[in-house]
């Protein structure tokens, strides 16, 4: 076994993440990550591959890749010269067949835009020449003691006369109407302890718990649960821009491989994880009963 898959190993195992939990992760197989670990790196397929499969295992782990790409440089596969002439070669040959599929490629698209500029035109013209009435300009002040009337309707336009409000009709008065309140409990979550990489929180104002996970930058691993120990019920991996939510009942146990990259919202209310620099952290959530009057 090679140093970097000890390394790979117990990041992994120091998270509780299985194998199978690293596959679903990163869509490599389980033999080939059973390769990384045990530093069988003539089992994966090429070296360009063992290179990305590696790193997307250390960053599934929590891992900084780039840094542990740098460190274990000597242990890597490194790329024989034949596989780069031979890259090299693919790639001039596909210079030299480029120009013949470019030139064919742009006369086919300028043959489109041609004809649709005939269309737009044609289109245009007929437009603005049929019946030669002048429609209204949106925005353009009109006589209000003018009527429009559509051609070939006349008088019996529905836009000839539009409808008036009766006389009697009251105008609503801002100054002495009020609109109904209507009062809706506060949701608070409040910080109540922490035991390590653990950080407890307590949910005000709600009988139940939504939580919701977005990744402000890079990616991060997730597991949501109604406790610690019982089934996710979402897990995955996030990446920047994504998003989930997740509907608990009184209790919430929330597992984040990078918690300073995700945003945690609860029942609407943001928990700050900036400061938790455990990889990963545990977070949970309780509904507190309210006090009895």
Do not use: C
Not at 91 to 112: C, D, E, Y
Request: net charge neutral; hydrophobic share 35%.
């Amino acid at each position: 076994m090679s140093e970097l898959g000890q390394v790979l190993q117990r990041a992994r195992e120091e998270k509780g993440i299985t194998l199978d939990d690293i596959q679903r992760i990163t869509k490599i197989q389980k033999r080939y990550l059973e390769a990384i670990e045990r530093g069988h790196f003539h089992v994966l397929p090429g070296h360009f591959y063992a290179r990305a499969f590696i790193k997307s295992y250390a960053e599934a782990v929590g891992l900084d890749a780039n840094h542990l790409m740098d460190h274990f440089q000597s242990d890597l596969p490194a790329q024989p010269p034949t596989e780069q002439v031979e890259r090299l070669r693919r790639r001039r040959v596909a210079t030299a067949s480029n120009p013949m599929q470019a030139s064919r490629w742009i006369t086919k698209t300028l043959l489109v835009l041609f004809v649709a500029l005939i269309v737009g035109v044609s289109y245009y013209a007929l437009v603005n020449n049929e019946g030669g009435v002048s429609l209204p300009i949106p925005g353009e002040k009109v006589n209000p003691g003018a009527e429009y009337y559509p051609p070939g309707q006349g008088g019996n336009s529905p836009i000839a006369h539009l409808p008036t409000p009766p006389a009697n009709t009251p105008t609503p008065n801002p100054a002495t109407e009020t609109p109904p309140v209507v009062e809706t409990p506060t949701v608070q979550v409040t910080f109540e302890s922490q035991q390590g990489s653990l950080y407890n929180y307590a949910l005000q104002g709600g009988d139940k718990i939504s939580v919701k996970l977005k990744v402000t930058d890079d990616r991060s691993w997730f597991g949501v649960s109604e406790a610690k120990g019982k089934k996710y019920a979402a897990s995955g991996e996030l990446k920047t821009g994504e998003e989930k939510t997740v509907e608990l009942g009184k209790t919430a146990y929330v597992r984040l491989g990078k918690p300073m990259k995700v945003e945690l919202t609860v029942n609407g209310v943001a928990v700050d994880t900036s400061q938790m620099k455990s990889m990963p952290s545990d977070i949970v959530i309780a509904v507190k009963e309210a006090a009895a009057q």
